[in-house]
């Protein structure tokens, strides 16, 4: 078998053919800018408010609560630079977890750098948040606490409707990094009080560069981008017309078929964790085994580097991940992986496959009998592997 098999998908998706398809006047012959004021630009305007109701419908939004923006790192880079300096004079404090994408945690970092404190509250080894440190943390200076919707590594998804009540019962806003649950988990951003939400196209079968943050009326932030008066003057920059365009197709989509979806991949998923579990010795399931995405699968396996697995993987045509893209590349053990209280280790032999509705069982066992013959050859060449299972046998 030499065709490739995709297990990637929380990196990235493929553009579905009806979102290239819906996409393509708007580069062909619509290509007008949609800030002009005679017809041909003007009329754009119509279609990318239509997309922009599909979207913000799809949460439970309005749709002037909806800014578009190039993606997920800009959304949560807004959310958080946005609010910090728009909070200032209220406060200083930022909560947010250990387990955030880099485009959160690196925005922390930054604002720490000048002059806000961050505390960043543990998980459990689910990777679910520490409900008490997060209230307990909670102080009159607070103005913003950030928890992701779900984990892009280990896929658990967060008890967000609490976190918000918790925020809001000490009058403090809720931003939430939806990126990996949009399109995959119901999400309605007002009975689960979320005043601010970052999604990303590009992992939900839209294209690359193109996302909103969510922003509740009522909640004001700072200006990110300055410029034109695009996006109700909080974010300007021409309108990427036909990644608008896409990402409203691709959320028509999504909300379509979410259930049917979500109950195909879930099957997948458990099928792949059940071979895992019962074939190769010593790997461990990372992450909440229900409270998770139906995509996701994250493991270990003693005594293997993550880096020779993916490699040895690639070369059997499966595209897979240690921990995440962003992070790959570096040798650092994931800092997920650690905070679920992994040893640095075994931290660093993490294999995450993700699935997708276009992926089939036989890839999946294909994926399977391939990995384990991997985990065994690798194995097989480790002295450590050697000793530990020496000691076993003495036992
Ligand atoms: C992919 C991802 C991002 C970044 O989104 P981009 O559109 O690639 O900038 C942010 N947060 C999470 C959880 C992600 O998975």
């Known amino acids: 078998m030499h065709k490739m098999i995709y297990l990637d998908n929380a990196a990235t998706t493929r553009v579905k053919p009806e979102v290239f398809d819906a996409m393509r006047p708007y580069l062909e012959e619509q290509y007008g800018n949609p800030a002009t004021s005679y017809t041909f630009g003007g009329n754009i305007n119509n279609d990318i408010e239509t997309a922009r109701q599909t ?40 909560i947010t977890s250990k387990i955030e994408h880099h485009a959160v945690l690196h925005t922390c970092q930054y604002l720490e750098k000048n002059g806000y404190e961050v505390t960043y509250v543990n998980v ?18 607070t103005i913003l606490i950030s928890i992701m919707f779900a984990n892009n590594e280990i896929g ?92 409203a197709k691709a959320t028509e989509l999504a909300k379509t078929t979410l259930s049917a979806r979500r109950d195909y991949e879930t099957g997948l998923r458990d099928h792949l964790i059940s071979r895992i579990e019962t074939e190769i010795p010593y790997s461990r399931l990372n992450g909440h085994r229900t409270q998770r995405l139906s995509n996701n699968t994250n493991f270990c396996f003693r005594f293997i580097e993550g880096e020779s697995l993916l490699i040895l993987l690639d070369r059997a045509g499966i595209c897979g991940s240690s921990g995440s893209a962003c992070s790959s590349g570096s040798l650092d053990p994931s800092h997920v992986l650690l905070a679920i209280g992994l040893p640095h280790e075994i931290a660093h ?25 991997i985990v065994e050859r690798l194995r097989s060449m480790s002295p450590l592997y050697e000793d530990f299972v020496k000691k076993q046998e003495a036992k």
């Not at 939004?61 to 807004?78: L, P």
């Not at 943050?213 to 017309?241: M, W």
């Not at 032999?349 to 013959?373: M, N």
Request: hydrophobic share 40%; net charge negative; glycine share 12%.
């Open 55 to 94: 979207i913000a419908g799809f949460i439970g939004a309005e749709s002037k609560e909806i800014y578009f923006t190039s993606g997920g790192s800009e959304s949560d880079n807004w959310a958080l630079k946005g609010a910090a300096s728009a909070l200032k004079a209220k406060g200083h404090h930022i």
């Open 124 to 141: 459990d080894d689910n990777g679910v948040v520490d409900l008490q440190q997060l209230e307990a943390s909670i102080r009159p200076d």
């Open 156 to 247: 658990t998804i967060q008890p967000v409707k609490e976190i918000a009540d918790i925020a809001h019962k000490h009058g403090v806003l809720f931003h939430t990094d939806a990126v990996q649950a949009y399109g995959h988990v119901e999400i309605n951003v007002k009975d689960m009080g979320i005043d601010m939400m970052s999604v990303s196209g590009h992992k939900i079968n839209a294209p690359k560069g193109i996302g909103f943050l969510y922003i509740r009326s009522g909640v004001y932030i700072d200006t990110l981008i300055h410029g034109g008066a695009q996006e109700r003057g909080k974010r300007a920059g021409t309108t990427n017309v036909p990644g608008v365009i896409g990402l």
């Open 349 to 373: 032999g993490s294999l995450r496959l993700t699935v997708s509705e276009d992926t089939t069982l036989e890839e999946i066992d294909y994926a399977v009998d391939q990995l384990k013959e």
